[in-house]
């Protein structure tokens, strides 16, 4: 999902997989935690011209542009994962240390940016909490798609 090429990847997964064999993703939604994450990143340090995001991989009209004509089939999935954290902040400073989009984003900023990065980061964890003891407990929606070869 995270490739500069969508169609590209898209052509490859189908090209190395056998006919009558199966293509399995799971990708990041875009309305999910992790699809919102991704658009706070946007929104503090925009993509390059042309690049499209890689939630479209998680959408099923994304999905059926990317791999329906080689497919006999695609069926799909909404599934979440359960994530949990000490607290807001240690997520916003885990994911600025050691998740890519995040931290390269990080780096692109000035000292105050990545203060601004950081407090949204903490509010979109705060946001979707659902614990109540200071910790983080979140749900991550991703969509699953099983890829029938033609």
């Not at 690049?51 to 009209?61: A, F, K, L, S």
């Not at 497919?71 to 600025?96: I, K």
């Not at 979140?138 to 099983?146: A, G």
Request: contains cysteine.
């Amino acid at each position: 999902m995270f490739t500069a090429d969508h169609q590209r990847a898209a052509d490859e997964l189908l090209r190395v997989c056998r006919s009558g064999g199966v293509v399995g993703l799971a990708n990041w939604t875009p309305a999910g935690f992790v699809g919102q994450m991704l658009k706070l990143v946007g929104r503090h340090v925009p993509p390059p011209p042309g690049v499209q995001p890689p939630t479209r991989w998680g959408t099923e009209d994304g999905i059926r542009e990317l791999l329906g004509a080689g497919t006999a089939e695609l069926t799909f999935t909404t599934a979440s994962v359960t994530e949990r954290f000490p607290s807001p902040e240690f997520f916003a400073d885990f994911f600025l240390n050691y998740y890519g989009p995040t931290f390269k984003a990080s780096e692109a900023l000035s000292q105050e940016g990545r203060r601004a990065f950081r407090d949204d980061l903490i509010d979109l964890a705060a946001n979707s909490n659902h614990a109540t003891d200071g910790t983080l407990i979140s749900d991550w929606e991703f969509l699953i798609t099983v890829a029938a070869r033609a």
